[in-house]
């Protein structure tokens, strides 16, 4: 569990579940079967357009990869998942996930 306020860092890569009113539930993405690889590769880590082209974020939506590097605000924390401040938006991250950083 984390308290409020505090800094971690987030291990891994990770794919939008929920886009939900108050959070956006985030799962660990693991590449384990070949559907999933597959859509791993097609969609990636970057918003792209048909033909491939990079394209500016819109926001968060279920299917969506994302990796997460950087410091992040803790905002609260139970004993399974952990909600964390990235650009105004709270994710739910699991903390088994979750590093604390200084």
Not at 3 to 29: C, L, R, S
Request: overall charge negative.
């Amino acid at each position: 569990m984390f308290n409020p306020g505090q800094k971690v860092t987030v291990i891994g890569k990770f794919q939008v579940i929920n886009v939900g009113p108050e959070y956006i539930e985030m799962d660990a993405f693991e590449k384990g079967t070949v559907e999933n690889w597959e859509n791993y590769e097609k969609n990636g880590f970057k918003e792209v357009t048909a033909d491939g082209a990079v394209k500016d974020f819109d926001g968060f939506q279920v299917g969506d990869f994302f990796a997460l590097d950087g410091v992040y605000t803790v905002i609260r924390s139970n004993e399974i998942f952990t909600k964390i401040d990235c650009a105004g938006k709270m994710l739910s991250i699991p903390n088994h996930k979750i590093v604390e950083v200084d």
